[in-house]
T-cell receptor, first 111, second 114 residues
Framework: NAGVTQTPKFRVLKTGQSMTLLCAQDMNHEYMYWYRQDPGMGLRLIHYSVGEGTTAKGEVPDGYNVSRLKKQNFLLGLESAAPSQTSVYFC??????????FGSGTRLTVV | AQSVAQPEDQVNVAEGNPLTVKCTYSVSGNPYLFWYVQYPNRGLQFLLKYITGDNLVKGSYGFEAEFNKSQTSFHLKKPSALVSDSALYFCAVASAGNNRKLIWGLGTSLAVNP
């Protein structure tokens, strides 16, 4: 079992460019989440999904969009990247009473 | 409002000594409590959880945590620290009524010195 797989692992963008981060899970979990992690700020929830075809905003959604067209995939999009979006991005999934399972992260640098 | 506090940004301990990483929480109803570990340049890994039952929970890598309802705490412990335990530790809580929504602490950096 791969669990939760994130692609790409690293990316450098220029300001204004767009990109999509992919999260794929084989755990059959309904809930999926996108977080960003910045030094001293812990984990901050960007968007989440409670099932196929649904998405909802977290605490820092501005500048990001998401889609959940298939249960196993959760995509995070940056339409016009800004240096403030330089961060490490984590995808996670959860089952009932199981806690979260995380991907290995995407390190994004916006220059 | 639900919240989690990890009062120490950093904990330093000598190898072989016992370690404690503190966590206190505030949640409505019965809590679900979790500890995760993050090694450098890696994702978060599940260590242990408390849902119900015995207040002392044992987890991966020799770690354990004790749920204390009266003190609303869930401190992470290990009897004998290893250098390889050096990492960032996160505590998280959810209410039993909404256990998919974890509230995260800011993390505690553990440094185990040889």
């Amino acid at each position: 079992n791969a669990g939760v797989t994130q692609t790409p692992k690293f990316r450098v963008l220029k300001t204004g460019q767009s990109m999509t981060l992919l999260c794929a899970q084989d755990m059959n979990h309904e809930y999926m989440y996108w977080y960003r992690q910045d030094p001293g700020m812990g984990l901050r929830l960007i968007h989440y999904s409670v099932g196929e075809g649904t998405t909802a905003k977290g605490e820092v959604p501005d500048g990001y969009n998401v889609s959940r067209l298939k249960k196993q995939n959760f995509l995070l999009g940056l339409e016009s990247a800004a240096p403030s979006q330089t961060s490490v991005y984590f995808c996670a999934t959860s089952g009932d009473r199981t806690g979260y399972t995380f991907g290995s992260g995407t390190r994004l640098t916006v220059v | 409002a639900q919240s989690v506090a990890q009062p120490e940004d950093q904990v330093n301990v000598a190898e072989g000594n016992p370690l404690t990483v503190k966590c206190t929480y505030s949640v409505s109803g019965n809590p679900y409590l979790f500890w995760y570990v993050q090694y450098p340049n890696r994702g978060l890994q599940f260590l242990l959880k408390y849902i119900t039952g015995d207040n002392l929970v044992k987890g991966s890598y020799g770690f354990e945590a004790e749920f204390n309802k009266s003190q609303t705490s869930f401190h992470l412990k290990k009897p004998s620290a290893l250098v390889s335990d050096s990492a960032l530790y996160f505590c998280a809580v959810a209410s039993a009524g909404n256990n998919r929504k974890l509230i995260w602490g800011l993390g505690t950096s553990l440094a185990v010195n040889p």
